[in-house]
């Protein structure tokens, strides 16, 4: 433990390196889904439980005695910013887009909620462009994605975090509650950590 935060930072990226996820590649939680945007509720709650216990041992790392919950507030939040994603064709401002409707939806104030985003490579089994009008369209034909590959990007998400510790330390001293939604977009999936801070919340 330090609260030198290049000396945690340090520690953390030896752990990192060395670190075991809860899904492992051929074990039986090790659920694999056509479309990983279409997470169960057991393997969505699963996933911002790991996530949690991974920011919970970050703060332990750096001192800090603040607190990041998940509750069934914020996993709906998660539920309705992946459907409100999905269903966008706003590729420009499809998270901005799908955080204020979801939060609009939750009664919450858009602006309390912060969403930070990794992207990984979907398996692509075939890929065919086509042009239309002058316009080119790529299609995909995908493979499956396991949970343990999306737990290793929701790892990857938090600990890119650390390189920046003022976004680090803003994600965890100005928020109280936070999920994470997991989307798809042409050959990549997106795993989002949205940070709600606590103003005009709903009782």
């Given at each position: 433990?330090?609260?030198?935060?290049?000396?945690?930072?340090?520690?953390?990226?030896?752990?990192?390196?060395?670190?075991?996820?809860?899904?492992?590649?051929?074990?039986?939680?090790?659920?694999?889904?056509?479309d990983?945007?279409?997470?169960?509720?057991?393997?969505?709650?699963?996933?911002?439980?790991?996530?949690k216990?991974?920011?919970?041992?970050?703060n332990?790392q750096?001192?800090?005695?603040?607190?990041?919950?998940?509750?069934d507030?914020?996993l709906?939040?998660?539920?309705?910013?992946?459907?409100?994603f999905q269903s966008?064709?706003?590729?420009?401002f499809?998270?901005?887009?799908?955080i204020k409707l979801?939060?609009?939806?939750?009664?919450?104030?858009?602006?309390?909620?912060?969403?930070?985003?990794?992207?990984?490579?979907?398996?692509?089994?075939s890929?065919?462009?086509?042009?239309?009008n002058?316009?080119?369209?790529t299609?995909?034909?995908?493979?499956?994605?396991?949970?343990?590959?999306?737990?290793?990007t929701?790892?990857?998400?938090?600990?890119?975090?650390?390189?920046?510790?003022?976004?680090y330390?803003?994600?965890?001293?100005?928020?109280?509650y936070?999920?994470?939604?997991?989307?798809?977009?042409?050959?990549?999936?997106?795993?989002?950590?949205?940070?709600?801070y606590?103003?005009n919340?709903p009782?």
């Amino acid at each position: 433990k330090s609260i030198d935060w290049d000396t945690a930072t340090k520690d953390l990226q030896e752990a990192a390196a060395s670190h075991t996820y809860p899904f492992t590649v051929g074990d039986a939680s090790d659920t694999v889904y056509d479309d990983p945007s279409a997470l169960s509720d057991s393997d969505r709650k699963r996933l911002n439980l790991y996530v949690k216990n991974l920011i919970d041992s970050i703060n332990s790392q750096v001192g800090s005695t603040n607190k990041m919950t998940v509750t069934d507030g914020s996993l709906e939040l998660a539920k309705r910013y992946t459907q409100k994603f999905q269903s966008s064709n706003k590729n420009l401002f499809r998270k901005e887009d799908a955080i204020k409707l979801a939060s609009s939806n939750m009664g919450l104030d858009q602006y309390a909620v912060i969403g930070y985003d990794i992207a990984a490579d979907r398996q692509v089994i075939s890929k065919s462009v086509s042009i239309s009008n002058g316009n080119v369209q790529t299609s995909y034909e995908y493979g499956t994605t396991k949970m343990s590959e999306i737990v290793k990007t929701a790892f990857d998400l938090i600990t890119q975090q650390l390189t920046d510790p003022s976004t680090y330390k803003s994600i965890i001293d100005h928020n109280s509650y936070f999920s994470v939604a997991v989307t798809t977009q042409d050959d990549k999936f997106y795993v989002c950590l949205l940070t709600i801070y606590p103003y005009n919340l709903p009782s």
